[in-house]
């Protein structure tokens, strides 16, 4: 499985970014999908994810402000960030769970994708 992020960037503190995740799988559709991030000197955390029906679950610090969704026609996950702050710097990371439904760790990461918001 390949898993390829971009998208991130740098913006100012308000503004928003859209990361996108492609995906090599044909069975796209069948798993569920999510992004992660990691800040310098911190663990990685969940950001967002979402399942093969589309049900959605967002990380109370994101909630509000980042949505994710799916194209299966296109094998692609989106994170839609709005209202962007410095706190939201991290690299951010797409992944792939082991089947339909976002239950335990993902399996499969991307290789990342840096986001700076400055002040």
């Known amino acids: 499985v390949q898993l390829q992020a971009s998208g991130g960037g740098l913006v100012q503190a308000g503004g928003f970014l859209r990361l996108s995740c492609a995906s090599s799988e044909s069975t796209f559709r069948m798993y569920a999908m999510g992004w992660y991030r990691q800040a310098p000197g911190k663990q990685r955390e969940f950001v967002a994810n979402i399942n093969s029906g589309e049900r959605t679950n967002y990380a109370a610090s994101v909630k509000g402000r980042f949505t994710i969704s799916r194209d299966n026609a296109k094998n692609t996950v989106y994170l839609q960030m709005n209202s962007l702050k410095p706190e939201d710097t991290a690299i951010y990371y797409c992944?792939?769970?082991?089947?339909?439904?976002?239950?335990?760790?993902?399996?499969?990461w991307g290789q990342g994708t840096q986001v700076t918001v400055s002040s």
């Open positions: 992944a792939r769970y082991s089947g339909s439904y976002s239950v335990g760790d993902p399996w499969h």
